[in-house]
């Protein structure tokens, strides 16, 4: 049994959440240290306890006893644990075809690069921006809600039941799973999308899930 990893998060936003399902799934031993937004020294992520673990004051981090590395950037983290801790490739793409590879990828890299961060901007204005800018948060939905239709499309594949179309949850599904299940938090609604809501549901069902959740934020998915 390898030593306990210890997962730097906090107790509201999607990406350590992926990691936790990821390491629930792998049966992989962790604890996790919540942070508070903020400079405070000691227990803000922009202070000075939490900048040594991570330079960039966000989370994940995630701090490996086992090899000594210290993982940042969700995409990266899903990376290390993936490579250290799934030999058995139980989240990994649904064959070893190549193309199956690339779109293990392709799907990780449009979540990390495009549907989570217009979810985040459709936030950002939503509710932080001052003064108010309505023009940029209509954009920022509008494109929130083409990359739902994008999903609800692949979707199909699989009847709602997996990303990627196979008959197993991939590290992909990870990805997307807290982020689109930030939709009530954004304020908008996934009405037009039946197949992203049938897998949502689906995924909430997991008990690696719930159990991420519980550990982060202390709640079942289905009240996020």
Not at 124 to 131: A, E, K, L, T, V
Not at 164 to 185: I, K, Q, S
Request: aromatic share 12%.
């Amino acid at each position: 049994m390898p030593q306990t990893l210890t997962l730097h998060a906090h107790a509201s936003g999607p990406n350590p959440i992926k990691i936790a399902i990821a390491l629930e799934l792998l049966g992989v031993p962790y604890t996790t240290k919540l942070w508070e937004f903020g400079d405070d020294p000691q227990k803000g992520v922009k202070g000075a306890a939490y900048l040594k673990i991570n330079e960039n004051g966000r989370v994940p981090a995630l701090e490996d006893p086992n090899t000594g590395v210290l993982a940042w950037e969700s995409g990266a983290v899903m990376n290390y644990v993936l490579r250290n801790y799934d030999d058995m490739g139980k989240l990994g793409p649904i064959s070893e075809k190549e193309q199956d590879k690339v779109d293990f990828e392709k799907w990780a890299y449009f979540l990390l690069t495009t549907l989570g961060p217009m979810t985040g901007q459709v936030n950002w204005f939503r509710y932080y921006q001052s003064p108010k800018n309505p023009d940029a948060l209509k954009r920022y939905e509008e494109q929130t809600y083409r990359c739902y239709g994008v999903l609800e499309n692949q979707l199909k594949k699989s009847g709602g039941k997996t990303i990627l179309g196979g008959d197993r949850v991939t590290a992909v599904d990870l990805h997307f799973e807290p982020w689109v299940r930030e939709y009530r938090y954004a304020g908008l609604t996934l009405n037009g999308f039946p197949l992203v809501k049938k897998w949502l549901d689906g995924m909430a069902e997991l008990k690696e899930v719930k159990a991420a959740y519980q550990k982060i934020e202390g709640k079942d998915p289905k009240d996020v």
